[in-house]
């Protein structure tokens, strides 16, 4: 998921623009990449916490998975300001990050 995020994100401007034009389908995208990405997040870590208490520990688990998604999200935007064309943008880490959140309400 990481390599997705990061090949997305390293697409010079024009060449990111011919995938979609469309402002909605790609602020979309982050929204459910970010949502994938955080269960991927979540599953991974409470498994490590499983080996760790022999318990799964959800709050724990929760907060850390929508912090590592958030840390990724505000990386993954500085990453894009030294890409050709693009540029970090702070509502793109809220998108992002709302998409992590969007998890909690399956859990």
């Known amino acids: ?10 697409q010079a401007g024009e060449e990111s623009s011919k995938i979609s034009n469309d402002l909605i389908v790609r602020k979309m995208g982050h929204f459910s990449e970010y949502m994938i990405f955080r269960i991927f997040r979540f599953s991974y870590l409470s498994n490590i916490f499983m080996k760790v208490n022999s318990h799964r520990n959800y709050k724990k688990t929760a907060i850390l998975s929508q912090i590592f998604s958030g840390l990724y999200a505000s990386s993954d935007e500085f990453h894009q300001t030294f890409v050709v064309g693009r540029d970090g943008n702070v509502i793109d880490v809220l998108i992002d990050s709302s998409g992590a959140f969007g998890w909690n309400y399956y859990l």
């Open 1 to 10: 998921m990481y390599s997705y995020i990061f090949l997305f994100s390293n």
